[in-house]
C-alpha cells in the first residue's frame, strides 16, 4: 500500500492491508486506514525506533481503527552479512509496551534462507504473536526473494517446532 488514493481500489480485493517499511512515516495513509477498519499489518521502518513504530500504529487507532498487527521485519544497521538486522528485542519491548499482537518477518530480516527456521523459532520465543514467511514449492525459480524462501517442507519443519516452543499443539 503506497498511497491514500488506492486504500478503495485494494480494500475491494483484500481482507488485510499491509504497510511496509517505507510507509510507515506517510500519515497520510496511515489516517486514512484508520479510517476503514479493515486490519492493518504495518511493518517497521528499517530505521525506526520502537517508540517510533509504536506511534505509527497509534495513528492508525486515533484514526478510528483497532485491528492493527505489528510486524518487525529488521532494521537497518552497520551489519552486511544479512539483509536487515532482525531486532528480537524490539519484538519483546513492544509487547511489554502495547496490546497489539506482534508478527515477525524472518524471511525480509534476514534475506537468508538458512537462517530463517533460527530466527522464527527466536521471534516466537520472544514473543511473537505469529511469522510472515516467504515459500516456495522451488526457491530457485521464484520470481523475487528467492535466496530468503523456504520449501513447504521446511515451512512444515518451522510451524512444528514452533508449535512446541510455544506451549501449543
Not at 517505507?22 to 521502518?45: F, H, Q, S
Not at 534462507?113 to 516456495?136: K, T
Request: aromatic residues 6%; charged residues 25%.
Amino acid at each position: 500500500m503506497i498511497d491514500s488514493a488506492d486504500i478503495k481500489l485494494v480494500g475491494e480485493h483484500t481482507d488485510i492491508y499491509q504497510v511496509g517499511m517505507r510507509n510507515m512515516r506517510n500519515y497520510t495513509l496511515l489516517a486514512e486506514l484508520g479510517k476503514t477498519g479493515k486490519p492493518v499489518l504495518l511493518k517497521r521502518g528499517d530505521s525506526a525506533k520502537l517508540e517510533e513504530w509504536l506511534a505509527a500504529a497509534d495513528y492508525i487507532y486515533r484514526n478510528g481503527n483497532e485491528n492493527i498487527i505489528l510486524c518487525e521485519r529488521g532494521i537497518r544497521t552497520f551489519e552486511d552479512y544479512t539483509r536487515n538486522t532482525l531486532d528480537l528485542a524490539a519484538v519483546a519491548a513492544a509487547r511489554n509496551e502495547s496490546c497489539l499482537p506482534i508478527f515477525v518477518d524472518p524471511s525480509h530480516g534476514t534475506g537468508r534462507v538458512e537462517l530463517v527456521r533460527p530466527m522464527s523459532l527466536a521471534s516466537i520465543a520472544a514473543g511473537a504473536s505469529g511469522l510472515l514467511l516467504e515459500v516456495h514449492f522451488d526457491p530457485q525459480k521464484a520470481w523475487s526473494d528467492g535466496k530468503q524462501t523456504v520449501t513447504p517442507a521446511v515451512l512444515k519443519k518451522i510451524i512444528d517446532d514452533c508449535r512446541h516452543i510455544a506451549g501449543v499443539g
